[in-house]
């Protein structure tokens, strides 16, 4: 077992991390509940909470891309084996690409649909959409939105992976991946899981 003495992510890269995380969870359950809501006020307000949010998404990531550009990750364990290694990097690598693929897809949509409701973001700042071809909108629009709706899978199977390789580290691997981006109040509980004192 190795040593509980944790190097971390800085506070912004942990608040940025699971700001964006439980951003991600909400909007997942939110998209497919858009399949099951009749038409109406109540399913036009959420369709614009749903906008308003990935937009948030979308700059939350971009600021965390720079961030993390900025400021080195924390090694990864010394015993990881070279294929781990290599899958965590991807993963990563993929969950960006999602985070800002699927806020600038949605957009694409909104853009490209011809419907002429603009998206007000929270209620207050209206956002102006994407420029898009007039001759090819029909083309655009299908394209987005089933790079949205195939995303959202795709999204989904990261996430969960994400989450699966984090606790297999805790609890099976016992190294300090999971604790070093969980908030400090938590890092005693996560230990006392696994039977650390």
Not at 118 to 126: A, D, K, S
Not at 141 to 151: E, K
Request: charged residues 10%; positive net charge.
């Amino acid at each position: 077992m190795q040593s509980t003495a944790t190097v971390s992510y800085t506070r912004t890269a942990k608040i940025l991390h699971w700001l964006i995380a439980l951003a991600i969870l909400f909007m997942l359950a939110l998209g497919w509940s858009f399949g099951f809501l009749p038409k109406g006020e109540t399913k036009f307000a959420l369709l614009q909470l749903h906008k308003s949010i990935g937009i948030t998404i979308l700059a939350l990531s971009v600021f965390r891309l720079v961030w993390r550009l900025l400021h080195r990750a924390p090694p990864l364990p010394a015993a990881m084996p070279r294929w781990e290694q290599m899958a965590a990097h991807i993963g990563h690598f993929l969950l960006y690409v999602a985070m800002i693929g699927m806020p600038l897809s949605g957009w694409v949509v909104v853009s490209s649909g011809g419907h002429n409701i603009p998206t007000i973001l929270y209620g207050l700042i209206t956002l102006p959409n994407l420029p898009v071809a007039a001759d090819n909108k029909q083309a655009v629009n299908n394209l987005a939105f089933n790079a949205h709706s195939w995303g959202a899978y795709i999204m989904a199977a990261l996430v969960a992976g994400h989450a699966a390789a984090a606790l297999k580290h805790h609890f099976i691997s016992r190294d300090d991946i999971l604790l070093r981006m969980a908030p400090k109040a938590c890092g005693n509980f996560l230990n006392c899981l696994r039977g650390i004192k």
